[in-house]
């Protein structure tokens, strides 16, 4: 029951303005899963498959479900975001490379489809990108460039990236905007993290 009259906000050079937005937990929500396609997620596969289950038990029956499936930069598929229940079995671990950041911009499009204001993207990856074609630069610059856009497009980001000798933390790190960065030491914590 907060009010904008509520907060005030400070910086050493004095009062700041600032907007005031009010969410209540039962709002409905755009969700889109962006979820890692490639080979090294077959060990967890299930486990992935448990968490986007998971995410159909919890979701509000006006919730929007999304889901951009991933693999190399020519292997990526969406389901718009729509009141039905994610197909699970679209993961199945074939593809060849992993184009993490073309992935999340295809995301980033999708949620332009959601009737909700409150959108979010769940980036779920065990790797480093190394097969994106649409950005320019490594992968710390793409994931500032994700992050700006979805900041500026009122989308939240949350990534869970699973341990494995090729992930890279610090751009999954970056790219959380609004949500965070939720570390799984193996594929059986991802549901919980979902």
Known sequence: DLKAKDFRLFSRSGPLSFQFEARSSDDPVCLIAIVDNSGSIKPGLEQIREALRKLNDARKPVDELGIVIF????????????????????????????????????GLET?????????????????????????????????????????????????????????????????????GYYPAENFDQVASLF
């Open 71 to 106: 693999a190399s930069h020519d292997e990526i598929s969406v389901r718009a975001p729509s009141t039905k229940p994610l197909q699970t079995d679209k993961v199945d671990a074939t593809g060849n490379l992993t184009a993490l950041w073309d992935a999340a911009l295809v």
């Open 111 to 179: 949620a332009q489809s959601c009737h909700y204001s409150s959108r979010y993207l769940i980036l779920l990856t065990d790797g480093r990108d190394n097969d994106s074609r649409r950005l320019k630069g490594d992968n710390l610059t793409r994931a500032r460039e994700i992050a700006a856009q979805a900041s500026k497009q009122g989308i939240s980001i949350c990534a869970v990236g699973v341990a494995s000798k090729d992930l890279e933390e610090e751009p999954l790190r970056l790219v959380a905007t609004g949500c």
